[in-house]
């Protein structure tokens, strides 16, 4: 099994910065292999259905949606088994839950944190 926990959701005015992070616990490695392969951050406002964010492979590829592109970035660090969501440029319409997602090596398997709140007031 593998937990994931998030944190750094806060309060933050238009255009403030705010850092994510989601520390994974558990069984990270079997038969001395990862267990999970791309890790990302999915966001869900009131009313509205979970969207991507931003998602990072083992590697180091990204993807971004593109109402964030310019202003977000994933990164990863394995020795620490966390992913991190540096965010700019906030605007009110980022207000959302943010959660936290890792994809098992095994296949169409995901592992969920229960989110974090971020608010962005103007």
């Known amino acids: 099994q593998v937990q994931l926990v998030e944190s750094g959701g806060d309060l933050v005015q238009a255009g403030g910065s705010l850092r994510l992070s989601c520390a994974a616990s558990g069984i990270l490695f079997s038969n001395n292999v990862f267990t999970i392969n791309t890790m990302g951050w999915y966001r869900q406002a009131p009313g509205k259905q979970r969207e991507l964010v931003a998602t990072i492979s083992r590697g180091g590829s990204t993807n971004y949606a593109d109402s964030v592109k310019g202003r977000v970035t994933i990164s990863r660090d394995n020795a620490k088994h966390m992913v991190f969501l540096q965010m700019n440029s906030l605007k009110p319409e980022d207000t959302a839950v943010y959660y936290c997602?890792?994809?098992?090596?095994?296949?169409?398997?995901?592992?969920w944190g229960q989110g974090t709140q971020v608010t962005v007031s103007s």
């Open positions: 997602n890792a994809e098992s090596v095994r296949g169409n398997i995901y592992y």
